[in-house]
C-alpha cells in the first residue's frame, strides 16, 4: 500500500522571526459563504507587517468570555500575549490546546496572556452559549473573544486557522504561525519574550486576571458516541468525563470503565484512564469494546472477560504524519470513529483527515481512504480527501462516514475502492448539513445526526433529505452520535445537554433516555506528564482537604505531575500553607 504523503508545512514570516510549523492547518476564505478549506493550510503573506509591527485593537467582537471585560492594549502592556485564532470545529485548532495549556503551566503567576480569537466557519460555530459548551468541553479557561465578522482576524491579516500570534510587552507583534506549531516553536519564542521583557524592565507586576466558570457536576458530561451491542447493552462515550458508562437497554447501569481522571493507563476497569474518548465499536461476540481515545491519541479495547483495558494501537503522542506499521509502535491522530469489519477495526483518523483500519491477527495498521490533504474530492480511495471524518457506519460493502468539516455523507465503497459524496454541498435534494459529526446506516434508510443544525436528518431511498426529529427548538443542542436501540427507536447523544434521548420513529416522539444509577466520577481532571516540565516556584502551596485518586503513566526522564486542587463546598484554598502530596506507583506500589 501507498505510504500517505506529508501535508505541506505551514509558515509565515514576520518581523525578525521566522516560524515553520507542523503539519495542519485549514485556510480561511472571506466569509460571505462557507470558507474555503485546504489540506495543506495557508502561507501567509510575507509582507503582512513589513514595517508595522505594532499588536492591533481586539475590538470589534460580538462577546468575550472567560474575562469580565474586553482588554485594551494598555491592559496588555507590560505581558507576552499569544493570540490563538481558531475555532472549535477545526482538529488543527484543537491541537494546539494541550501546548497552550502547557505554557500556563509552565509560566504560572508570570505577564503571560493567552487569549483565544474565535471565528466560525459555519453560522452554528459562531453562537455563543454553543462556543461557550465548547470552552468547558475543551478545558478552556483563558479569555476568549467571538470575532464573528472576522474583524479582528483581518487586522492581523489571518488566514488560517488555527494561526498563532506573539506580542512581546511592548505590544508589538513578534512572531506569527500559521498552522500547528512544531514541538517546542511557541515555548521559545514565549521564554524569550518573556526573558526579554524582565531584562528591561518592561514586565509587569502581576499577570491579568481571567475569569471562567468552573465545571458543573454532573452524572453524564459531553457524551459523544454510542454503540449498541447485540445483546442490548449500551456503551455511551462519557467524553466530559473521560470513562466509557455501559448500561442496559432500560438504562440501568452495569459498570463504568475509566476512573474519571484524564490520562493513559491500561488496567483493571476501575483504574484504567483515557482522555476524551470518542468512537465505539462492539466485538460480534460483545465481550470486547473497542475505543478510539481520541486525545490520547490511541485505540483501546475493554475486555469484559478479564474486565480490563488495553491498547491496541498508538504510541500516546500524536503523530505529524501517519504511515503504515506496527499499531503499537506508530503514532496516531486523534482517531474518532469507528466500525468493524470482520478481522479488522475501521477507524476515521480526524486529525489527518483520512480512513485507516486496524488488523487484529497482524496488530498493524493501514491507511484505507485519504491522500492526508484536507477537503472534498470524490474517486479512488488512496486519492479521495476528506474533511475531518468523524461517525463511521458499516452497511454490507459500503462504509457511510460523516464528513463533518465537508458538511458531506461519504461512502466508501469496499468492492470498488472508491469514494463517492451522497449528502452534501453541491448535491440536489438534500436539507443543508452543519457538521454532522455521525452517520447510522439502516436496511430502509441513512440516519445523520446533523449537530450544528440541532436536528437529525434521514436520507430516503430516492436520495431525499428530511427532518425526522428536532424540528421545534431545544429538543436537541449539539447531537453528536446515533445508534439503533432497537427497530423503531434510535439513541441519540444529546452532547451539550449532558444527556442521552431516545427518538421513537413509529410514533415521531422524543424523550429522555434514564440513566438508573450513574453517579459523576469521584476523580475529576486530569494527569498531566511532560517532558521536562518546570512547575516554577511561583505561587503559594493550598491546602489538600479530600482524597483524590489519580490515574495516568509518567514516561522515562525527568517528568512533572501537575495536581490542580479544588477546596469542598464552602471552603477555599489558604494562599502561604503547606501542602503534603502522598501517592503510590502501580498496582503493588
Known amino acids: 500500500m501507498i505510504a500517505p504523503a506529508l501535508p505541506r508545512i505551514c509558515s509565515f514570516l514576520l518581523g525578525v522571526s521566522f516560524v515553520a510549523a507542523s503539519a495542519g492547518c485549514d485556510r480561511h476564505a472571506a466569509r ?30 460580538a462577546a468575550w468570555l472567560n474575562i469580565e471585560r474586553e482588554p485594551s492594549l494598555a491592559d496588555l502592556e507590560g505581558h507576552v500575549v499569544v493570540l490563538h485564532f481558531w475555532r472549535f470545529g477545526s482538529v488543527n485548532s484543537v491541537h494546539v490546546l494541550p501546548e497552550l495549556a502547557t505554557l500556563g503551566r509552565k509560566h504560572a503567576g508570570q505577564p503571560l496572556l493567552v487569549i483565544g480569537v474565535h471565528a466560525g466557519k459555519l453560522d452554528g460555530e459562531n453562537q455563543p452559549d454553543r462556543v461557550r459548551a465548547a470552552l468547558e468541553r ?77 465545571s458543573v457536576s454532573r452524572p453524564l458530561s459531553f457524551p459523544t458516541q454510542i454503540a449498541v451491542a447485540p445483546d442490548g447493552r449500551v456503551a455511551i462515550s462519557d467524553t466530559g ?79 505529524r504524519g501517519v504511515r503504515d506499521g506496527a499499531a503499537l509502535r ?45 477537503g472534498k474530492t470524490d474517486g479512488a480511495l488512496l486519492l479521495a480527501k476528506f474533511a475531518h471524518p468523524s461517525g463511521l457506519s458499516l ?47 439502516t436496511a430502509d434508510g441513512i440516519y445523520v445526526a446533523d449537530t450544528l443544525n440541532d436536528k437529525i436528518q434521514r436520507i430516503d431511498a430516492d436520495g431525499t433529505t428530511r427532518t425526522v426529529a428536532g424540528e421545534k427548538r431545544g429538543v436537541f443542542f449539539d447531537p453528536n452520535a446515533i445508534a439503533a436501540l432497537d427497530q423503531d427507536r434510535f439513541l441519540v447523544a444529546d452532547t451539550n445537554h449532558h444527556r442521552l434521548r431516545v427518538f421513537d420513529a413509529s410514533k415521531n416522539a422524543v424523550e429522555d433516555f434514564p440513566l438508573e444509577g450513574l453517579e459523576p466520577p469521584e476523580a475529576a481532571g486530569h494527569v498531566v506528564a511532560e517532558t521536562d516540565a518546570d512547575p516554577g516556584t511561583d505561587g503559594a502551596a493550598p491546602v489538600a482537604t479530600e482524597y483524590t485518586k489519580a490515574i495516568g503513566q509518567l514516561g522515562p526522564g525527568k517528568n512533572t505531575l501537575v495536581i490542580a486542587l479544588k477546596p469542598p463546598k464552602d471552603a477555599e484554598l489558604t494562599p502561604g500553607a503547606p501542602i503534603v502530596v502522598k501517592g503510590r506507583s502501580g498496582k503493588d506500589g
Request: hydrophobic share 40%; aromatic share 6%; net charge positive.
Open 138 to 214: 475543551l478545558g478552556i479557561t483563558h479569555p476568549v473573544v467571538l470575532d464573528t465578522k472576522f474583524e479582528i482576524w483581518k487586522r492581523y491579516n489571518v488566514k488560517a486557522w488555527p494561526t498563532l500570534v506573539v506580542v512581546d510587552t511592548h505590544a508589538r507583534i513578534t512572531a506569527m504561525i500559521a498552522g500547528e506549531p512544531a514541538p517546542g516553536a511557541l515555548g521559545e519564542l514565549v521564554s524569550k519574550a518573556l526573558a526579554v521583557g524582565k531584562t528591561d524592565g518592561s514586565l509587569a507586576k502581576k499577570p491579568l486576571e481571567s475569569k471562567h466558570t468552573d
Open 395 to 441: 452497511r454490507e460493502r459500503q462504509l457511510f462516514v460523516a464528513d463533518s468539516e465537508s458538511s458531506a455523507i461519504r461512502i466508501l465503497d469496499l468492492d470498488s475502492n472508491t469514494v463517492e459524496t451522497l449528502l452534501g454541498p453541491g448535491r440536489k435534494k438534500n436539507a443543508p448539513l452543519q457538521r454532522p459529526m455521525s452517520v447510522l446506516a
Open 32 to 61: 460571505s459563504g462557507p470558507a474555503a478549506s485546504s489540506s495543506a493550510g495557508a502561507q501567509a503573506d510575507a509582507g503582512a507587517f513589513s514595517g508595522q509591527a505594532e499588536a492591533k485593537p481586539l475590538g470589534g467582537g
Open 330 to 374: 506508530t503514532a496516531l491522530r486523534s482517531p474518532w470513529g469507528l466500525a468493524l469489519d470482520g478481522e479488522r477495526l475501521i477507524f476515521s483518523m480526524a486529525g489527518s483527515h483520512q480512513v485507516w483500519s486496524y488488523g487484529f491477527e497482524n496488530k498493524t495498521i493501514s491507511r484505507l481512504a485519504g491522500s492526508g490533504a484536507e
Open 241 to 319: 468525563h473521560h470513562r466509557i458508562v455501559v448500561t442496559k437497554k432500560t438504562g440501568k447501569v452495569l459498570s463504568t470503565i475509566g476512573t474519571g481522571m484524564g490520562g493513559s493507563a491500561d488496567g483493571a476497569f476501575d483504574e484504567a484512564a483515557f482522555k476524551s474518548p470518542r468512537g465505539l465499536a462492539w466485538s460480534k461476540n460483545a465481550q470486547e469494546l473497542y475505543i478510539a481515545d481520541t486525545a490520547n491519541h490511541q485505540l483501546r479495547v475493554a475486555d469484559f472477560q478479564k474486565n480490563e483495558v488495553r491498547t491496541l494501537a498508538g504510541t500516546g503522542k500524536k503523530s
